[in-house]
């Protein structure tokens, strides 16, 4: 049984820092990957990694400030965010793709399996 479980969410001030964690078992992945979505809003992409490189790609509004890292498909995979602001608000989600050769893993639909979320809620 695949399961995806994310932890280290919170409330937290503008400014601050916040590691979040994933993670999974059940299967051998290819890639990972952090979306999240605030209220009202459509889930989007934020960071992945694929495991068979190491490669990143992060979303154009959260370059410099979060970083995705993780040893190996077999252990968690974290989400560093820096200077968090209010705009940082909303679910974050793991997600998690089989295939180790997907081209966009920008893409919501590159994703066979997804965590619960965890809420990170940025005051001013």
């Known amino acids: 049984q695949v399961q995806l479980v994310e932890s280290g969410g919170g409330l937290v001030q503008a400014g601050d820092s916040l590691s979040l964690s994933c993670a999974a078992s059940?299967?051998?992945?290819?890639?990972m990957a952090w979306f999240r979505q605030a209220p009202g809003k459509e889930r989007e992409f934020v960071a992945a990694?694929?495991?068979?490189?190491?490669?990143?790609f992060y979303a154009d509004s959260v370059k410099g400030r979060f970083t995705i890292s993780g040893d190996n498909a077999k252990n968690p995979v974290y989400l560093q965010i820096n200077s968090l602001k209010r705009e940082d608000t909303a679910v974050y989600y793991c997600?998690?793709?089989?295939?180790?050769?997907?081209?966009?893993?920008?893409?919501?639909?590159?994703?066979?399996?997804w965590g619960q979320g965890t809420q990170v809620t940025v005051s001013s």
């Open positions: 059940g299967r051998i992945f290819g890639a």
């Open positions: 997600a998690a793709d089989l295939e180790s050769y997907t081209s966009d893993l920008r893409n919501y639909h590159a994703y066979d399996y």
């Open positions: 990694i694929r495991w068979r490189t190491g490669r990143t």
